[in-house]
């Protein structure tokens, strides 16, 4: 090796160039992140539906063998309450649930996904928990347990949610919130969840029990009224 080789690694000025376009590199690299990650995250893209997508529709939640977890699929039509709204309702509706949670502070004690405290169950799946019961009483039973959580013990955890003072306004919202939280694409996040049964209701069984005579008199009366 000759001096001047040597001398040209161990100058100064050549560290003090590289340290300036090491930064200068990164800066570009963050600023390019940051704007990918931007389109990434907003409502209507990939990963993150549109607010009236999720809302008007029911939320799957699929095992996708390619990827090796379970994912949300976008289902068929399903308003929330019953009601088709359209993108803008839908994203004032959320928005109200989301402020919701930052303004009683659900953080404390959840999270959302995955960010927050450890105290009560992550609401990232909420949505989806097969603890309310069935999905055709899930959206009252979730607005009555967020208006009034004390007296009802949820979980197996022991537990309880005290009362937040959320009007009804305020919890409908927040179901709002939650059904669109869940149909995020979260990479599989939390792993080994098992959703509530969404299937559509079972074909009528197969075998009736061995009814009296009334039955076919029963299906041929008028409907009532
Ligand atoms: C002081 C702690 C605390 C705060 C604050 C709190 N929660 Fe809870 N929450 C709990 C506990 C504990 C449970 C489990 C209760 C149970 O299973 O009965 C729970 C359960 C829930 C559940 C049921 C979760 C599930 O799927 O099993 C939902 C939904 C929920 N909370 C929403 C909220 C929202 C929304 C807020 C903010 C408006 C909030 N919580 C604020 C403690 C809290």
Redesign the pocket.
């Known amino acids: 090796m000759s001096q001047t080789q040597a001398l040209w690694w161990a100058s100064e000025s050549f560290w003090r160039k590289t340290a300036i376009w090491v930064t200068a590199g990164s800066f570009v690299v963050l600023i390019f992140l940051t704007f990918d990650t931007v389109k990434q995250i907003t409502a209507g893209s990939k990963r993150v539906p549109a607010y009236a997508n999720a809302l008007n529709h029911r939320i799957d939640y699929v095992f996708d063998a390619k990827r090796n977890f379970q994912v949300p699929v976008i289902g068929p039509e399903e308003p929330l309450f019953g009601k088709m709204l359209t993108e803008t309702e839908a994203e004032a509706l959320v928005s109200h649930g989301k402020l919701?949670?930052q303004a009683?502070?659900?953080m404390?004690?959840?999270t959302l996904l995955g960010n927050g405290a450890y105290?009560?169950?992550d609401?990232t799946k909420?949505w989806l928990?097969p603890?309310w019961g069935s999905k055709e009483t899930r959206e009252q039973t979730?607005v009555e347990?967020?208006m009034n959580?004390t007296d009802?013990?949820?979980?197996a955890?022991g537990?309880?949610?005290?009362n937040?003072k959320?009007t009804e306004a305020e919890a409908r919202a927040?179901v709002a919130f939650?059904k669109w939280m869940s149909s995020i694409d979260t990479n599989g996040f939390p792993s080994n969840f098992k959703p509530i049964d969404q299937a559509d209701a079972a074909p009528a069984p197969v075998a009736e029990p061995a009814a009296p005579a009334a039955a076919p008199a029963a299906d041929a009366a008028p409907a009532q009224q």
């Open positions: 919701t949670t009683k502070n659900c404390d004690c959840h105290f009560a169950p609401l909420s928990d603890a979730m347990f967020l959580p009802k013990l949820h979980n955890s537990r309880r949610m005290p937040l959320i927040t939650l």
